[in-house]
């Protein structure tokens, strides 16, 4: 017996390392099924108050970020994407008229005019405000979240795309038609500089940001490459091949690893071995249309989107919506894109 025990005390760490080195595989862990109508484009998961709000058509649908059922539907509040301010409990769509809301009450407050075509939407912790990223000029407009009203605007150029913030007052933002990630100074609301990605870079669509390390994470389309990129000086320090059609991802400091969520079903996850060190960890299959993605920080899993259209016959006249029901498991139904006609909203949970 002591034999036994001596030859585990020695071994132990054999045994035990491979447990703590492989986590497992990221695969879905659950499908989140609503039937609706409308085209749809980002999602964002709310950690604080543990939500996933996704815009489809001309109206939100709200999701629990734990229990991944249904909430409700914010009416009236739709566009491309949606931001929170926690504080004073108010959030924001980012359309052509911005829409505000209640996120305890869930109601409608008012419309924001804002210029230029909005697109992306966050809340930056530096400055305290929503920012509104144009595809044209000002191609940034800041909302006090308490109130609504317009604080002023900051012009890029170009077509702003993802955004991320170091929280200590320096804004990055994909500039997606001419593949820079431009710099901003929030506290003097310019911008300070801006990164060319290079020849070898595709159209920046998703961010990750290493606020620690200060490196970038730019997810590019045509061709699909990650863009690695000191955050500090602009430098190239890797260039990675990722699937077609990205326009989403991130990065978790928890398991020092950026993604991106591609259109055509996949999900690359890649590794940072250290600030110098950056390598293809896994792909992961989702389904096709799922090109947009958020962090739930809690579980460290990332939250996906992608439509179901119903099949129909030609000529039929067109169908009005069923009441929405929301459904849990794997779909069989054809899968498209962000756009189109009645059918599933699938909400993707993918971990490991």
């Given at each position: 017996m002591k034999r036994i025990l001596a030859l585990i005390a020695l071994t132990g760490a054999h045994f035990l390392a491979p447990a703590i080195h492989a986590q497992g595989d990221y695969k879905v862990l659950d499908t989140t099924k609503l039937f609706g109508n409308g085209g749809i484009d980002y999602v964002y998961a709310e950690n604080d108050e543990r939500r996933v709000y996704v815009p489809r058509g001309g109206n939100t649908y709200v999701f629990g970020l734990d229990s991944h059922q249904y909430i409700g539907c914010i009416t009236n509040i739709g566009g491309h994407g949606i931001a929170v301010d926690t504080k004073s409990h108010h959030g924001f769509g980012s359309a052509p008229k911005i829409g505000m809301f209640d996120t305890e009450t869930m109601q409608k407050i008012k419309d924001i005019d804002v210029q230029g075509r909005p697109d992306g939407i966050l809340f930056e912790p530096f400055s305290g405000k929503v920012l509104i990223l144009s595809h044209e000029s000002p191609s940034i407009t800041m909302i006090d979240p308490a109130d609504g009203t317009v604080t002023g605007t900051i012009d890029v150029g170009g077509a702003m795309e993802q955004a991320q913030s170091d929280g200590q007052g320096k804004l990055y933002v994909d500039v997606e038609d001419e593949k820079k990630i431009a710099v901003v100074d929030m506290k003097a609301m310019k911008v300070l500089t801006e990164y060319d990605l290079g020849d070898s870079a595709g159209e920046p669509g998703g961010l990750?940001?290493?606020?620690?390390?200060?490196?970038?994470?730019?997810?590019?389309?045509?061709?699909?490459?990650?863009?690695?990129?000191?955050?500090?000086?602009?430098?190239?320090?890797?260039?990675?091949?990722?699937?077609?059609?990205?326009?989403?991802?991130?990065?978790?400091?928890?398991?020092?690893?950026?993604?991106?969520?591609?259109?055509?079903?996949?999900?690359?996850?890649?590794?940072?071995?250290?600030?110098?060190?950056?390598?293809?960890?896994?792909?992961?299959?989702?389904?096709?249309?799922?090109?947009?993605?958020?962090?739930?920080?809690?579980?460290?899993?990332?939250?996906?989107?992608?439509?179901?259209?119903?099949?129909?016959?030609?000529?039929?006249?067109?169908?009005?919506?069923?009441?929405?029901?929301?459904?849990?498991?794997?779909?069989?139904?054809?899968?498209?894109?962000?756009?189109?006609?009645?059918?599933?909203?699938?909400?993707?949970?993918?971990?490991?």
């Amino acid at each position: 017996m002591k034999r036994i025990l001596a030859l585990i005390a020695l071994t132990g760490a054999h045994f035990l390392a491979p447990a703590i080195h492989a986590q497992g595989d990221y695969k879905v862990l659950d499908t989140t099924k609503l039937f609706g109508n409308g085209g749809i484009d980002y999602v964002y998961a709310e950690n604080d108050e543990r939500r996933v709000y996704v815009p489809r058509g001309g109206n939100t649908y709200v999701f629990g970020l734990d229990s991944h059922q249904y909430i409700g539907c914010i009416t009236n509040i739709g566009g491309h994407g949606i931001a929170v301010d926690t504080k004073s409990h108010h959030g924001f769509g980012s359309a052509p008229k911005i829409g505000m809301f209640d996120t305890e009450t869930m109601q409608k407050i008012k419309d924001i005019d804002v210029q230029g075509r909005p697109d992306g939407i966050l809340f930056e912790p530096f400055s305290g405000k929503v920012l509104i990223l144009s595809h044209e000029s000002p191609s940034i407009t800041m909302i006090d979240p308490a109130d609504g009203t317009v604080t002023g605007t900051i012009d890029v150029g170009g077509a702003m795309e993802q955004a991320q913030s170091d929280g200590q007052g320096k804004l990055y933002v994909d500039v997606e038609d001419e593949k820079k990630i431009a710099v901003v100074d929030m506290k003097a609301m310019k911008v300070l500089t801006e990164y060319d990605l290079g020849d070898s870079a595709g159209e920046p669509g998703g961010l990750g940001l290493d606020a620690q390390n200060h490196i970038l994470f730019a997810m590019c389309s045509n061709p699909g490459v990650c863009m690695v990129v000191n955050a500090d000086n602009g430098k190239i320090l890797d260039t990675l091949p990722i699937h077609s059609g990205t326009d989403g991802g991130g990065f978790n400091p928890a398991t020092m690893e950026a993604w991106s969520s591609q259109r055509d079903g996949t999900l690359t996850i890649i590794k940072e071995n250290s600030p110098t060190s950056f390598a293809i960890e896994q792909t992961v299959t989702t389904k096709a249309g799922c090109k947009t993605s958020s962090l739930d920080t809690k579980n460290n899993q990332i939250v996906l989107i992608c439509t179901e259209r119903m099949p129909q016959a030609t000529n039929a006249p067109a169908m009005t919506p069923p009441p929405m029901t929301p459904t849990n498991g794997p779909g069989g139904q054809r899968r498209f894109g962000g756009r189109g006609g009645p059918g599933n909203l699938d909400v993707l949970w993918v971990g490991r």
